[in-house]
């Protein structure tokens, strides 16, 4: 069997870390997560690292591996190069818990700021409405998010500008949330007003770096972000609507 | 002494699967405080997995769906050792539950007129299942995660209650421990919740999430309420096989239900082998009107892979053991042949199963819509747990209440796929209102420091023990070996006694196993607290099963392979006696009323 070499970022209880080195017997299907696993049975007993599924479907593992931001469960050794030790790193836009774990509540925070979900009256008298499939398959890509916070993790408004703890940028998964709302076609709530003053949209800068990780290959920027730009640019700043709302008032 | 901080709320509710969470919804409006607590971060819980989708007779693809049907189907997939009285209660309330959702933001797939879609699914006599693509699961736990956040309700994430608090019989509360920082936290409540979820982390090839432990079923058994039917376990019949790293991972069922089809390596569909008396009238007699009724046709029959899931998987495991399996130990189940049938086959695949497509192309190496997949069984849900009253979902400890997988009845002797998120959403929203009506009509019971410190104390002995002490993982391991080997889906007296003794000598083992280093997130430390609820789940089911000798359901026995009458009028019982030791009863079922008798004899033709 081979063995392949894991550099695996370590928390001591003050804070500081360091990347340390574990061999491990790898075979044929593993993922990364089954290599952190073999060393916590084996070497690290108290290595810690979140997981849940192992089907990439809970968003429980996510870290940075050889500096990508990935599910561990989903990245199979046989992309990886196994001549050079594979880095595992927890998110770095998040702060640090112990080893792989980060401190993600912030985005628990987020979503209540954004109003809810108000569907307008049932349409039929059984309290239930009617939808048609291709008016719901763009919800229906949102709302495949699977919340690992990939994209909030790479997003450099939150990364490096932390722009979601001084100024209230909800960053791409709730850009997405939000457009998932917005989107949804019983849905008679407005979040344009505070997607622009207090979600802080214009934050985003458009460079697709949340797509490019979303492990459920949402387009997080063409379908939800952008759309949604246009519709506070078209309510707030284009002067003809502008016009015609004040007219209407 | 590690200290503990304490909390205090009138509804406690432990976990945040779709149960807990449609619990904390319910008593949450009811106006009384309710706390959450889950081990994982919320949104995380093991309903996310779920894939095919929630039953419920809406009737909205087949008008003669109803749910004196869908009764009548539960009961006949439980073989009727089920709770009937839940099993009636399910089916007349999942219609307004599964609404209920769509008021709060699911968006589930429609019919060409608009309405909520529902597909077919093996034992459910018309198309039932209420879906989202095959990843239903998120958009339950994510509809009821989104609507709860908006109500007030506490949420403890990485929590892990280890014991639950009594107090005169009655409940009183429970001690937890935090994984971020390994603290204890006392909560009191006048009424607890217990949705804990399933056990498929005592078996080797499972398809559950690793929080799986069985931790509710042995919190109730530990503070003296009754566990039953835990004899009952479901084997899967499809898990992937290969690679090594995923066996055990689910295959939907949904991949049927859209036509795949199981083939031996000699390319035989043995499944037309062996219909099984009782369902032959429903069951296709060709490959030709099976592939219609997965295409709609309400004149066809259905194919017999959508037979129940106990024995399409014991069929599988036969032509394995006859030598008929494949490379890696399983059958093939091939969706890629519709494309004889349907234009455009590959397309309509990845848009009716789009996790299968990624799961099998991301983790196989394998093209779905190309190649058959080779699948085999996995552990995958428990039929038993907590006993508690239809109506009110009390267990047998007053103010200690259970619902979602945790607790036992509504299934018997199998579960018909579908029927446990539909489980969920009925029950949780049972349990939160009876448990805010207890919370209202009952003072909190007192909390013994006495109980907090002695669960404290036992929490953290395995920090005491590190130097010689035997690695917790390897525990685990064994133990799961021999659930696996022996008390698996196939049973025999000799070697579930024999499971027994390894039982006796795996607590051993976990009395002695310990760890070192910080409290902070140990994984170690944790699998050491997990290994107790581990043994106690898998001794009662071992217990249970060799009380049953008869072969029902999920629970097959090799030296009593058929059904057995006498077996057929009630439940196995298992708690804890006085001197600690479990103690095995027969609990008898309740006489069915004339009506419910009536609507499973109409529906018998
Ligand atoms: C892969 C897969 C696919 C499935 N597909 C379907 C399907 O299509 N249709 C269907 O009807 N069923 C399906 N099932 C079954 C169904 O998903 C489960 O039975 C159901 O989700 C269980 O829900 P629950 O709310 O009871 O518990 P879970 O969702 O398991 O949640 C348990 C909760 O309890 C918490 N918890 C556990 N122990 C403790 C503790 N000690 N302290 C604190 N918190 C604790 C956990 O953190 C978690 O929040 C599937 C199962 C699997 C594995
Ligand atoms: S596109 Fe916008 S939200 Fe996405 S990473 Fe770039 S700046 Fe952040
Ligand atoms: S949008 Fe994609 S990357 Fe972001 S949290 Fe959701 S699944 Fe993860
Ligand atoms: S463990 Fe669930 S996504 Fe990786």
Redesign the pocket.
Known sequence: MAQATFRIWRTAPDGSGKFVDYKTEVSEGMVVLDAVHSVQANQAPDLACRWNCKAGKCGSCSAEINGNPKLMCMTRLNTLNLDEPVTVEPMRAFPSIKDLVTDVSVNFRIKPGIKKFAPRKPDAADGTWRMAQRDIDRVQEFRKCIECFL?QD?????RDHKKHEDDGFI??RF?VYAAALEMHPLDTEDRLKDLKDTHQIG?????????AVCPEHIH??DNA?IPLKERVVSRFYDPFTRLLRVLKT | MATANSFSYDVLVIGAGGAGLRAAIEAAGKGVSVGLICKSLLGKAHTVMAEGGMAAAMANVDDRDNWKVHFADTMRGGQYVNNWRMAELHAKEAPDRVRELEAWGAVFDRTPDGKILQRNFGGHRYPRLAHVGDRTGLELIRTLQDHTVYLGVKVHMEFTVIDLIVDNGRIAGALAYDRERGRFHVFSAKAVILATGGVGRAFRITSNSWEGTGDGHALAYRAGAQLIDMEFVQFHPTGMVWPPSVKGLLVTEGVRGEGGVLRNSEGRRFMFDDIPDNYKPQTASDPEEGWRYTQGDKSARRPPELLTRDHVARCINREVKAGRGTPHGGVYLDIAWIKEKLPNAAEHIKRKLPSMYHQFKELADLDITKEPMEIGPTTHYIMGGIRVNADSQESTIPGLFAAGECAAGINGANRLGGNSLSDLIVFGKRAGEYAAEFAKTHAAAAISDAAVNDGMKVALAPFDRSGAAENPYKVQSDLQDTMQDLVGIVRIEQEMQEALTRLAALNERASRAGVEGHREYHAGWHTCLDLRNLLAVSEAIARSAIERKESRGGHFRDDYPDKDPAFATFNVGTERASDGSMKVTRIPIPEMPAELKQVIEEQKQ
């Not at chain 1, 790479?154 to 939150?158: A, I, L, T």
């Open positions: 994209c790479v997003c450099h408004v939150v960053g791409p850009l934050y985003c800068n458009i460079t697709k770096c949340c797509t997080i920027t972000i």
